[in-house]
């Protein structure tokens, strides 16, 4: 059976994902996993609806198993968020193939750059610009210049390409044997952002995402924005200087900017706006900033000690029988089962439990402690 991995995060799902799916099964593959972000996305933001209705709309729509991708990986930089990806994949054994979108479509050249950049001399010299206040996107791009020709680092600009590159380097460094695939991202229609501006103003989503879905997306009963500001900053005042030290990526005083900013900000956007400087993109700091608001303190860097299924589609079944050759992690639905598994398994359930606690308690109608435990799997 040829499996094809996807790495996602479908905040919300549109039919740029669904042609995703299309494309890994033109390209010759029986079924595609999709490894999924949960409640909180890598933007550092509240996911615009529940992991579960966002699962369902990918099983309905292309993918035949959709996995949960834990939070403390879904809140990590890119390239922490690429090599989880990786990891799960590889852990659960299944695909054989990765595929993801970039904007220049071309292969070779991704990898070109992703060999550039896996260099111990570029990393070096990435790391140096960043110790001048250098944002790590900017960084990177200024050393592909100078070892590529600004023309080609032009072509690699755009946030699809440098997910891309982040997956391509963590294949290297992982050892996989996933073997990659891109697929052009095209602006030929609505994209994420744009959905989601239209589902808060409560606009038309006709011809813009499957129309069985529109339903669901008028709905979706997603994060309360005010609520989840006061809720964030009442947390923030309660954290210490020594909690906020431990932040995974915290590095350079972002830390002390949060400890500091918590305590003054009237909202959660303000404080964002006080704690950003030109060393610390918008997205670090939300992402680090929601980290110390659901307690993220663990290592990002260990590798997923099981798969939780959120979704089966019309294949996932034939796709779980592989897996039960094929994996060395333990996958389930039951977020009891997986807990019990192993220590590391139980200090992640636990945090991704407390995390969707609090996505829930901040939805526009408040939702009941214990959805991972209560929530029924679809099965398409």
Excluded at 117 to 146: F, H, W
């Amino acid at each position: 059976m040829q499996v094809t991995g996807i790495i996602c995060e479908c905040n919300p799902f549109h039919f740029g994902h669904e042609k995703a799916a299309k494309a890994a099964k033109d390209l010759g593959a029986d079924a595609v996993i999709g490894v999924m972000s949960g409640n909180f996305v890598q933007r550092g933001e509240p996911a615009c609806m529940s992991k579960f209705d966002r699962a369902e709309a990918m099983a309905r729509h292309g993918f035949d198993l959709v996995l949960e991708l834990p939070v403390r990986f879904a809140l990590a930089s890119s390239q922490r968020f690429a090599a989880a990806g990786v990891r799960l994949l590889d852990a659960v054994g299944a695909a054989g193939t990765l595929l993801f979108g970039s904007e220049c479509g071309d292969l070779e050249l991704l990898r070109e750059a992703a060999a550039v950049l896996c260099s111990p001399d570029t990393v070096d010299g990435i790391r140096k610009r960043q110790e001048n206040g250098m944002p790590y996107p900017a960084a990177q791009e200024q050393v592909l210049s100078m070892t590529l020709g600004q023309e080609k680092a032009d072509a690699l600009r755009g946030g699809n390409n440098l997910l891309a590159l982040d997956y391509l380097k963590a294949l290297e460094a992982e050892g996989s044997g996933l073997l990659p695939v891109t697929v052009r991202r095209t602006e030929d229609g609505w994209n994420a952002h744009g959905i989601r501006d239209r589902m808060r103003e409560g606009l038309p989503l006709e011809g813009i995402v499957p129309d069985d879905l529109i339903p669901v997306y008028r709905e979706c009963n997603g994060p309360d924005a005010d609520s989840f500001s006061r809720t964030c900053l009442l947390r923030l005042r309660d954290c210490t200087e020594t909690e906020l030290a431990r932040l995974p990526d915290g590095k350079g005083g972002l830390d002390q900017r949060i400890y500091r900013a918590a305590g003054n900000a009237a909202s959660l956007d303000g404080l964002f706006e006080a704690v950003k400087t030109r060393r610390y993109t918008m997205s670090r700091v939300k992402r680090m900033t929601l980290c110390a608001v659901l307690g993220l303190y663990g290592s990002q860097d260990v590798y997923p000690p099981y798969a939780r299924i959120l979704a089966i589609g019309e294949r996932g079944k034939e796709v779980l029988s592989v897996m039960k050759e094929t994996a060395s992690v333990p996958f389930s639905a039951d977020v009891r089962a997986l807990a019990a598994s192993s220590p590391l398994a139980s200090e992640m359930i636990a945090e991704e439990m407390s995390a969707d606690d609090f996505y829930n308690l901040n939805r526009t109608m408040p939702v009941p402690v214990g959805e991972d435990c209560t929530r029924r799997l679809f099965v398409l």
